[in-house]
């Protein structure tokens, strides 16, 4: 299997932050951090050939990523995890902007409250280089919007339009932008509506079917030559969103995200000043209504508001360049749940799942890259303080029955250090790097009450003295960097003392009908985690690109029982044409059997799969305008498989044929 790999290898379009440009100059070189930007704006001609799918959804493009995966609940919002850890020990946000799920399923992950119709890139920072924009273990996912930003482009719009035939998905948008100088707006809306998609075999995947529609507008003036302010505003909702995965649906997942900045190009020995001031309002309705057959019927909504900001400066002394920036944010998570009994005559059973915690959080990271003769090195450190309190009293005395000790208030200190070095040896790059992070538990895991998992069958309750999960972390990467040929063999160890997890107790007694038992999240003695990954790519000609990648990981914990969601051995490849205004592509993406699973945690062994797909584009313009369009097929052997990442084994679409048309009014 390995030769065939290996013989066959490209990628999809996706852009590693490492092949950044260096300085040429013989006696400085620019720093590289472990780093990927994934491409996703249309706005330039070209980019729109190298996007495999123009009109995917963000989870498609994150999928796209080697460091990404992505969980998979049902055909909508997708849970993504960056070297294998997901959402807890993460930072996503919007440009900058912290903004937190309002469900217990994590059935609305950030990423969900954003369309590839108004995003630029995503940068995708792996473990502590991610801590610039929030505490965390993993990593950070930060998702840039597509700005005009004073390009002097004056008014620009345009229509797309994609159909996919698997699950009948239609995908409508509009997009109007005027830019010049001084000012800028753009606006956008896009809509999609998709049915129940069919598995590989032909079988119908039942609640698979989602309703989402998202409408953004960004402005930004010129109040001089060296100030800006700007301001950004986004609704999204979804509805009527199936998860086959799992037991219930989504009525509507709704989010308003708007902010207001203001940015200064120098103020005296200091440059690029941008401070943001932000809201978000997030909303999230589960309910079973639409399910043939449950025991009991449910409605489980939650709620979540952010108020954030932050303050960023750089700072150019010689060879050094600094980073200071200043953040915070105030969280209000909320989620209940209401149980109707069959039995008219029977009164309701209400809770609190999220008991309205509210979270402080306020940190300082700074930075310095200093700059040698042929290589760099990047110091960083964040310090934060989080304060966790528990507002609703009914919330507080539900807790206090496992906890009667517990407080309503915690504070907690969050530390992090990275120290990263880069040496160029023409054409080797030789990266390496240490560091050490501190993350709170989250939301469920400090104060969640009885909060079902379909995927192992228990209930879960959160456990609010729980220590601080710590992460040490060492990396390493080494590249090969020549006109027609990059290769890079990268990889990254995580030792985790205070690993939090769900343990089995067996003296509690289950909340959910049907559920295999209770457990809490407590702190193990640690767990560790492995990741290495090979990438290649080759110019076979300057229109012809031939690159890919492949990937081992592996994960324990302090009684060697694997980790859950680990990846097994996983590969991508295929080879991508771009010549005038034609563009073609094969792909192949495939993973071996998942070996090392966890069935304690509700894995089994998923089987091995190689699936493949083609894409076809052209370009050409009616008078002054541009029309795009793209077609392909996806899974062209209609191969019926499930990964590592797809809840409870639920499959993979089968074959599906898409077409995507843009035109461009210039």
């Not at 208030?409 to 054409?427: I, M, N």
Request: hydrophobic share 35%; glycine share 6%.
């Amino acid at each position: 299997m390995l030769w065939y790999i290996l013989l066959f290898q490209i990628t999809p379009c996706w852009i590693n932050a490492q092949e950044e440009i260096l300085n040429k100059e013989s006696d400085t070189i620019m720093p590289i951090d472990l780093e990927e930007v994934i491409l996703i704006s249309a706005r330039k001609e070209l980019d729109y050939q190298k996007q495999p799918k123009p009109l995917s959804s963000l989870d498609e493009y994150l999928e796209l990523s080697q460091k990404v995966g992505m969980i998979k609940r049902g055909a909508y919002a997708w849970e993504p995890a960056l070297n294998n850890m997901t959402s807890e020990r993460l930072s996503v946000t919007i440009d900058g902007m912290r903004i937190f799920g309002a469900c217990t399923d994590k059935m609305d992950p950030i990423t969900s409250y954003v369309d590839v119709s108004n995003l630029a890139k995503a940068h995708v920072a792996s473990g502590q280089q991610g801590s610039e924009y929030g505490t965390c273990i993993g990593g950070a996912i930060d998702l840039e919007l597509d700005k005009s930003n004073f390009r002097e482009t004056g008014f620009k719009a345009s229509l797309e339009d994609a159909f996919e035939t698997n699950n009948q998905l239609v995908v409508l948008g509009a997009e109007a932008n005027y830019s010049n100088s001084d000012f800028y707006v753009d606006g956008d809306i896009i809509y999609r509506k998709a049915e129940n998609y069919t598995a590989g075999n032909g079988e119908e995947i039942d609640f698979s079917q989602y309703t989402k529609y998202n409408i953004s507008v960004n402005a930004g003036y010129k109040i001089d030559e060296n100030k800006a302010i700007t301001a950004t505003t986004i609704y999204d909702e979804a509805r009527d969103v199936g998860y086959p995965a799992l037991p219930m649906d989504v009525s509507l997942a709704r989010a308003l995200i708007a902010s207001v900045g203001f940015e200064q190009n120098t103020i005296g020995v200091f440059s690029d000043w941008k401070s943001k001031v932000y809201f978000n309002k997030v909303t999230h309705v589960m309910d079973d209504s639409q399910r043939p057959d449950v025991p009991i019927r449910m409605d489980m909504p939650g709620w979540s508001d952010t108020y954030g900001f932050f303050s960023e400066i750089n700072l150019k002394i010689k060879k050094q360049d600094f980073l200071i920036k200043w953040d915070g944010f105030y969280n209000k998570s909320l989620a209940e749940m209401t149980m109707y009994p069959n039995n008219p005559n029977e009164n309701p059973m209400f809770m609190l799942t999220w008991p309205d915690v509210r979270t402080w959080n306020t940190g300082l990271y700074a930075e310095d890259k200093i700059s040698f003769k042929k290589s760099s090195l990047k110091l960083s450190t964040r310090l934060a303080v989080q304060n966790n309190n528990v507002a609703d009293d009914f919330g507080l005395n539900s807790l206090r029955i496992f906890y009667p000790n517990m407080e309503e208030s915690k504070t907690r200190v969050l530390k992090s250090v990275s120290v990263q070095y880069h040496k160029h040896l023409d054409p080797i790059h030789i990266n390496a790097g240490v560091s050490y992070g501190e993350r709170a538990p989250s939301v469920s895991e400090g104060y969640g009450f009885y909060l079902f998992n379909s995927f192992d069958n228990h209930d879960y309750i959160g456990d609010p003295n729980l220590k601080n999960e710590q992460a040490i972390e060492a990396n390493a990467k080494i590249s090969l960097e020549k006109a027609k040929l990059n290769i890079a063999l990268e990889g990254n160890i995580f030792r985790m003392p205070n690993y939090i997890i769900g343990e089995v107790n067996t003296s509690l007694s289950t909340m959910t009908i049907g559920a295999d038992g209770v457990k809490i999240y407590e702190n193990l003695e640690y767990a560790d985690l492995i990741n290495v990954s090979v990438n290649t790519e080759y110019k076979v000609l300057p229109e012809l690109t031939w690159s890919g990648s492949i990937s081992y990981h592996q994960g324990k914990d302090d009684t060697d029982r694997n980790l859950p969601f680990i990846s097994p051995v996983s590969y991508q490849s295929g080879i991508q044409y771009n010549k005038n205004s034609f563009s073609g592509a094969i792909t192949m993406k495939g993973a071996g059997k998942q070996v090392n699973f966890s069935p304690e945690f509700g894995e089994d062994k998923t089987s091995d799969y190689i699936v493949f797909s083609l894409t076809l584009g052209k370009t050409f313009y009616l008078a002054n305008d541009l029309v795009y369009a793209k077609a392909g097929v996806e899974n062209v052997f209609d191969k019926y498989y499930s990964t590592y990442t797809d809840w409870k084994n639920v499959p993979r679409m089968g074959r599906n044929f898409f077409i995507t048309f843009s035109y461009k009014i210039n």
